[in-house]
T-cell receptor, first 116, second 112 residues
Framework: NAGVTQTPKFRVLKTGQSMTLLCAQD?????MYWYRQDPGMGLRLIHY???????AKGEVPDGYNVSRLKKQNFLLGLESAAPSQTSVYFC???????????????FGPGTRLLVL | AQSVTQLGSHVSVSEGALVLLRCNYS??????LFWYVQYPNQGLQLLLK??????LVKGINGFEAEFKKSETSFHLTKPSAHMSDAAEYFC??????????FGQGTILTVHP
């Protein structure tokens, strides 16, 4: 199993450009998450999904949109990139047992995004 | 609301010395707590997690953590540091839908 994969690994954007980050998992997990990591701030939740066709806002959703059309994929979109969105983005997934907050999240390798 | 505070953004130890990384949490419900490790330019990997089965939790690579409800703490320890332990460590608490709230992270440096 590849686990959680993310594409691309690195991207440079100009302010105002758009892009989509792709996350794929082959573990048949129900729940998927997008986080951003910034120095000294840990990881912060952007959006998450509790199943195919569902999405919900996390802690820092502004400027991002997501879609979960297929169970194995979770897409993160930036419609008009801003320098404040320069960050490392991580996708994660876990099994979807309801109420099982102790289930482990499995993380992808990350996407480094630089917005000029 | 849940929150996590990691005391010390940088910790430096000598090889063979005790490693102690501090984590305090705030949670309105019984917490599920995690420690993740991130090696340079990689994703996060689970070290260990507290799920209420036992207060002393053993993880991978010789790490362990003790849940202390009275102190709202979940500190990570390792008796003897190895050069390969150099990484960034994150404490996190899980809540509804398994969402994780992370601490700020602690960078561990191990000196020869």
């Amino acid at each position: 199993n590849a686990g959680v994969t993310q594409t691309p690994k690195f991207r440079v954007l100009k302010t105002g450009q758009s892009m989509t980050l792709l996350c794929a998992q082959d573990m048949n997990h129900e729940y998927m998450y997008w986080y951003r990591q910034d120095p000294g701030m840990g990881l912060r939740l952007i959006h998450y999904s509790v199943g195919e066709g569902t999405t919900a806002k996390g802690e820092v959703p502004d400027g991002y949109n997501v879609s979960r059309l297929k169970k194995q994929n979770f897409l993160l979109g930036l419609e008009s990139a801003a320098p404040s969105q320069t960050s490392v983005y991580f996708c994660a997934s876990r099994e979807g047992k309801r109420g099982a907050y102790q289930e482990t999240q499995y993380f992808g390798p990350g996407t480094r995004l630089l917005v000029l | 609301a849940q929150s996590v505070t990691q005391l010390g953004s940088h910790v430096s130890v000598s090889e063979g010395a005790l490693v102690l990384l501090r984590c305090n949490y705030s949670s309105s419900v019984p917490p599920y707590l995690f420690w993740y490790v991130q090696y340079p330019n990689q994703g996060l990997q689970l070290l260990l997690k507290y799920t209420s089965a036992a207060t002393l939790v053993k993880g991978i690579n010789g790490f362990e953590a003790e849940f202390k409800k009275s102190e709202t703490s979940f500190h990570l320890t390792k008796p003897s540091a190895h050069m390969s332990d150099a990484a960034e460590y994150f404490c996190a608490v899980s809540f509804i839908y398994g969402k994780l709230t992370f601490g700020q992270g602690t960078i561990l440096t191990v000196h020869p």
